[in-house]
């Protein structure tokens, strides 16, 4: 690699991860500093990299600002940064799109390109922006960080920059919504399983168990702040889930009685791997319980990314292949506009294609 005065960069590049957040400049800015300071220490020319995931422009979904935008707005605080410390342009500062995912957004895929580039382009620090304290961001970051640790060809390091906090009192708006929120789902709850023998007591101990519930745990059950709209089309997505999986279990049944009554017993056992196209702990243990629900499927791990099942038959193993309960999932959690992605079977053959 080359700067653009002609010199050669070394194996101590920098390069900074950066997404749509509140610190992308602050980030930016730290990273800058940490590889004036770097080119400093070993009085050699290294390149600054600002690299940002882009979605897919032909595949729905919730791709947020372009990707252009966040990498310009990162690389102008980057060179306001240094412009005064670095006179003789000892820091080259580049920007990148690494990864261009399909919806929902894959940090196992990302952190694979960047280790990719890091090892083209002689990279020795990798920078992450910061995330979002008690979100599911969080969880991202923290997976990515995990998997690009465990690279160990280069340092990897967290911006140390703080994100505006929100107020944790009750009366804020979205204090007032977590505690509403499970409220009423505590409430429901409550009346379900409480059966109806005095109505009266039945709802009005129930109240006051919601209130109780809510004011103790709506501050640690919610990852992010809940939605009114978006969980009210949540529940009727659940509600389209629920008979679906219903059929597929009754399906299964039969396919399974037919095998099992049959004289010659066409059973052919084998497990399967494969990376589910859904993210998140939820979506992932729903798919995963909806596979076992299913006569002829169990879902005996989950390592990694990756789902390890057992068929019991071959059409137990093709159904499974088709995706129609992984798109299902991917309905509930993401919507309609997640529908169009490739299924397990298409998948397997895009990664035999590429090798």
Do not use: C
């Not at 659940?238 to 095998?259: D, E, M, S, T």
């Amino acid at each position: 690699m080359t700067d653009t005065a002609g010199g050669e960069t070394t194996g101590s590049s920098v390069l900074v991860l950066v997404s749509d957040s509140p610190t992308v400049e602050e980030t930016a800015r730290y990273a800058a500093r940490s590889a004036r300071e770097l080119a400093a220490e070993t009085d050699r020319r290294l390149a600054l990299t600002i690299a940002t995931p882009g979605g897919r422009s032909d595949v729905p979904g919730p791709h947020g600002r372009d990707p252009e935008a966040i990498l310009a707005t990162a690389a102008d605080a980057a060179t306001e940064a240094i412009e005064l410390t670095d006179p003789d342009g000892d820091v080259e500062i580049e920007t990148e799109t690494l990864f261009s995912y399909r919806y929902p957004f894959d940090p196992y895929e990302y952190a694979d390109a960047v280790t990719a580039y890091a090892a083209d382009h002689a990279i020795g620090t990798v920078i992450l922006d910061p995330p979002e304290p008690a979100s599911a961001e969080s969880t991202i970051v923290g997976s990515l960080v995990d998997e690009l640790r465990e690279a160990n060809s280069f340092d990897v390091e967290i911006a140390p920059v703080e994100r505006e906090t929100e107020s944790s009192s009750l009366v804020t708006r979205g204090g007032v919504a977590q505690f509403l929120s499970l409220s009423v789902l505590s409430f429901g709850f409550y009346v379900l399983v409480g059966g109806f023998g005095d109505l009266v007591f039945d709802l009005a101990t129930g109240a006051v168990t919601a209130i109780i519930v809510a004011g103790v745990l709506s501050r640690v059950t919610f990852e992010t702040r809940p939605r009114p709209v978006r969980m009210l089309s949540s529940v009727a997505r659940w509600l389209l889930y629920v008979p679906y999986l219903g059929w597929k279990i009754l399906v299964a049944n039969v396919q399974i009685a037919y095998v099992v009554l049959h004289p010659s017993l066409p059973i052919d056992p084998s497990m399967e791997r494969f990376e589910p196209g859904v993210w998140g702990g939820l979506p992932i243990a729903t798919l995963g319980n909806s596979i076992t629900l299913t006569p002829g499927t169990l879902t005996v791990d989950v390592e990694d990314r990756e789902l390890v099942v057992h068929s019991l038959t071959r059409g137990a193993r093709e159904d499974l292949l088709d995706g129609g309960l992984e798109r299902a999932v991917r309905f509930v959690f993401y919507g309609r506009t997640a529908l169009p992605y490739p299924s397990p079977r298409e998948r397997n053959a895009a990664e035999d294609d590429s090798t």
